[in-house]
């Protein structure tokens, strides 16, 4: 696939595909929305963008080459990222009821650094991301495309992926959809940690299960 207007609609499609579907960032962020509010969300946005730029970082750099033909970086990746998911999950299982008015603002706001290091970290260390950009930039795209092409496919998938996941933290904090969601905040927290946990799982049986 050489020509750079077929490369482009090709990452653009398969990438949007990808951030629609459920995952360990989109579970990051609705957790986020629904029990710190739209700004810690946004923040949590921002940083899984931000995240992208490290995947196409190594992508460009031909580090994603060796990822992929060095099975144990790989499981290695798979299970900081479980340890990471397994680390959230149990702080969302200890969700408690609370008074729906005080969650995400005065004091029991998150921190807009706290909210942008979750997301980050929840991108970089999730491995559905780098098994994409691993398939992504040695398939599609390839070294032999024009530098301006892979870099602007770079800045596209990290303002897209931000743009998505704070497009999901408006629809989420909107009053009425965040005053239900308040009334039940803890129950959903845990909710949202049993999905982490059973993701987590999926990872360290990928990592360490049969091949």
């Known amino acids: 696939?050489?020509?750079?207007?077929?490369?482009?609609?090709?990452?653009?499609?398969?990438?949007?595909?990808?951030?629609?579907?459920?995952?360990?960032?989109?579970?990051?962020v609705l957790r986020q929305a629904t029990t710190q509010g739209?700004?810690?969300?946004?923040?949590?946005?921002?940083?899984?963008?931000?995240?992208?730029?490290?995947?196409?970082?190594?992508?460009?750099?031909?580090?994603?080459?060796?990822i992929s033909q060095t099975p144990w970086l790989m499981r290695v990746i798979q299970?900081?990222?479980?340890?990471?998911?397994?680390w959230?999950?149990?702080?969302?299982?200890?969700?408690?009821?609370?008074?729906?008015?005080?969650?995400?603002?005065?004091?029991?706001?998150?921190?807009a650094i706290r909210s942008?290091?979750?997301?980050?970290?929840?991108?970089?260390?999730?491995?559905?991301?780098?098994?994409?950009?691993?398939?992504l930039f040695t398939v599609v795209v390839g070294p032999g495309q024009p530098?301006?092409?892979?870099l602007g496919l770079g800045l596209w998938l990290c303002l897209s992926t931000a743009a998505w996941f704070s497009l999901v933290?408006?629809?989420?904090?909107?009053s009425a959809p965040r005053r239900w969601f308040l009334r039940r905040a803890h129950l959903i927290d845990r909710g949202m940690g049993i999905v982490l946990i059973l993701l987590a799982a999926q990872l360290i049986w990928t990592a360490l299960g049969p091949p």
């Not at 730029?53 to 750099?61: E, T």
């Not at 530098?147 to 892979?150: F, G, I, K, N, R």
């Not at 933290?169 to 909107?174: D, G, P, Y």
């Open 169 to 174: 933290s408006v629809l989420f904090t909107a």
């Open 38 to 66: 739209r700004a810690p969300a946004l923040w949590t946005s921002i940083g899984i963008g931000a995240g992208i730029a490290v995947h196409v970082s190594y992508a460009l750099l031909g580090i994603a080459l060796i």
């Open 1 to 28: 696939m050489s020509d750079p207007i077929q490369v482009a609609v090709t990452v653009i499609v398969a990438h949007t595909l990808a951030i629609a579907s459920p995952g360990p960032d989109f579970a990051v």
């Open 147 to 150: 530098l301006w092409l892979q």
């Open 116 to 135: 942008l290091r979750i997301g980050f970290v929840t991108n970089v260390l999730n491995p559905k991301a780098t098994l994409f950009f691993l398939a």
């Open 88 to 111: 959230i999950a149990w702080q969302a299982m200890r969700a408690q009821p609370a008074d729906g008015d005080a969650v995400g603002v005065g004091t029991q706001a998150q921190s």
């Open 79 to 86: 299970l900081a990222g479980a340890a990471y998911l397994l």
